[in-house]
Nanobody, 127 residues
Framework: QVQLVESGGGLVQAGGSLRLSCAAS????????MGWFRQAPGKEREFVAA????????YYVDSVKGRFTISRDNAKNTVYLQMNSLKPEDTAIYYC????????????????????WGQGTQVTVSS
């Protein structure tokens, strides 16, 4: 059973940076396409970024393009989310998950195609 544990969240001022980590255990991480999602208070969980098993095939929600970068280190069984130029509207709990759908390139943004959710890490951006 794949387990995912997020870390790296915290409180940061607008314009600051954070790097989130998602460590995987159980299963073969290097085979998995992975994604980051976030959920703000009172809102639905939304897609943020995704990456293929190879480190290619990166996708982002429009609101974070140019500010966030997803990456992975298969030797460390870890996927990262580097977040720069943070804004108050980035405040949310951030989750990582494993993509298990049949077609990554068409479905990378669909929450129902993900499983093995971590517990999340809180990111708070103050203005």
């Amino acid at each position: 059973q794949v387990q995912l544990v997020e870390s790296g969240g915290g409180l940061v001022q607008a314009g600051g940076s954070l790097r989130l980590s998602c460590a995987a255990s159980g299963g073969t991480f290097s085979n998995y396409n992975m994604g980051w999602f976030r959920q703000a208070p009172g809102k639905e969980r939304e897609f943020v970024a995704a990456i293929r098993w190879s480190g290619g095939g990166k996708y982002y929600v429009d609101s974070v393009k140019g500010r966030f970068t997803i990456s992975r280190d298969n030797a460390k069984n870890t996927v990262y989310l580097q977040m720069n130029s943070l804004k108050p509207e980035d405040t949310a709990i951030y989750y990582c998950a494993r993509f298990f759908g049949a077609n990554y390139y068409s479905d990378y943004g669909r929450i129902e195609e993900y499983t093995n959710w971590g517990q999340g890490t809180q990111v708070t951006v103050s203005s």
